[in-house]
């Protein structure tokens, strides 16, 4: 794993970009956009999956980063089943639903590696380092 700089240099994060950039063009192109309360939900759910990876990163600590790549966790799975309701109720196609149920589980994978990687670390963050220690 390379060297994490900035929120923006986790793959997870930038995957979950995407994923809010393709619920986005859902809200634009598809029957979902008229149906306000299951859009808004989508929107919380894609947005909260990059949010949390940037707020616990923000956190400096790998505890407190921990919990919030599972709460981001948590909302790519909420995402999930969102999508099923869309496709249940016929405001997206069957590719649409594919393409970002399969966006969610890559998501997901992501995630958990990072916090299985955070885990087995025993850097304890960069909140926690004494000055001068590169």
Request: aromatic fraction near 10%; include cysteine.
């Amino acid at each position: 794993m390379g060297k994490i700089e900035k929120f923006e240099d986790i793959d997870a994060w930038q995957l979950a970009r995407i994923i809010c950039q393709k619920t986005e063009k859902l809200f634009k192109n598809t029957a979902l956009g008229k149906n306000f309360k299951l859009r808004d939900q989508m929107e919380r759910s894609s947005g909260s999956i990059m949010d949390n990876i940037a707020e616990g990163f923000g956190r400096g600590g790998n505890k407190e980063f921990h919990n919030f790549l599972s709460f981001s966790k948590g909302s790519s799975s909420e995402l999930r089943s969102q999508l099923y309701r869309a496709l249940d109720k016929g405001l997206i196609s069957e590719a649409q639903f594919n393409e970002l149920k399969n966006d969610c589980n890559q998501a997901e994978n992501k995630i958990g590696a990072f916090i299985h990687y955070l885990r087995k670390s025993d850097l304890k963050g960069i909140k926690f380092k004494k000055p001068g220690n590169e």
